[in-house]
T-cell receptor, first 114, second 112 residues
Framework: NAGVTQTPKFQVLKTGQSMTLQCAQD?????MSWYRQDPGMGLRLIHY???????DQGEVPNGYNVSRSTTEDFPLRLLSAAPSQTSVYFC?????????????FGEGSWLTVV | GESVGLHLPTLSVQEGDNSIINCAYSNSASDYFIWYKQESGKGPQFIIDIRSNMDKRQGQRVTVLLNKTVKHLSLQIAATQPGDSAVYFCAENTGTASKLTFGTGTRLQVTL
């Protein structure tokens, strides 16, 4: 994957704990987003950002917060973890313009909430 | 826990045969479509894309066909190889980059 870095790779949380999944890209992409992937399903959009200082909700935003203070970073915060948030999380980034917007994904973060 | 994609539809093909993976999309306003390959434990990897003003696009060993009338997308893989074994997702985009709607995926198994 070209330049999208996610940390941590694996995390176990207790119900009610909070944590932040980090995402950074070094391609100067304007657009960044977070998806979650549950067993037997495709990826579902949590939050996205069209540029620094701008964020918006996706399909499944409840329980998550994001911020975009820089072009490079787009952290995803779980405020009070719940077992339903056990999933694999993917960060993605892309250019905003052009006929083709190739969207690059990170390697994923496996989160288990017990 | 379950691994990702445990209950996905599965397409099994022999090495060297051609594979065809189908996808139905829902939004008639979608103007950009992408096929991704996802190997176990990894993020989706871009394969090929197509805009709504095209019917067909070819890459290296892969072809994407778009039928807007019936909102259907297909991915054809020529001379399928063991390394093609993965889960394949189609995704549609309505203009805002990084805002994709994914299908549920198809697992491709390549037998020797």
């Amino acid at each position: 994957n070209a330049g999208v870095t996610q940390t941590p790779k694996f995390q176990v949380l207790k119900t009610g704990q909070s944590m932040t999944l980090q995402c950074a890209q070094d391609m100067n992409h304007e657009y960044m987003s977070w998806y979650r992937q549950d067993p037997g399903m495709g990826l579902r959009l949590i939050h996205y950002s069209v540029g620094a200082g701008i964020t918006d909700q996706g399909e499944v935003p409840n329980g998550y917060n994001v911020s975009r203070s820089t072009t490079e970073d787009f952290p995803l915060r779980l405020l009070s973890a719940a077992p339903s948030q056990t999933s694999v999380y993917f960060c993605a980034s892309s250019w905003s313009q052009g006929l083709r917007n190739t969207i690059y994904f990170g390697e994923g973060s496996w989160l288990t909430v017990v | 826990g379950e691994s990702v994609g445990l209950h996905l539809p599965t397409l099994s093909v022999q090495e060297g045969d051609n594979s065809i993976i189908n996808c139905a999309y829902s939004n008639s306003a979608s103007d950009y479509f992408i096929w991704y390959k996802q190997e176990s434990g990894k993020g989706p990897q871009f394969i090929i894309d197509i805009r709504s003003n095209m019917d067909k696009r070819q890459g290296q060993r892969v072809t994407v066909l778009l039928n807007k009338t019936v909102k259907h997308l297909s991915l054809q893989i020529a001379a399928t190889q063991p390394g093609d074994s993965a889960v394949y997702f189609c995704a549609e985009n309505t203009g805002t980059a990084s805002k994709l709607t994914f299908g549920t995926g198809t697992r491709l198994q390549v037998t020797l």
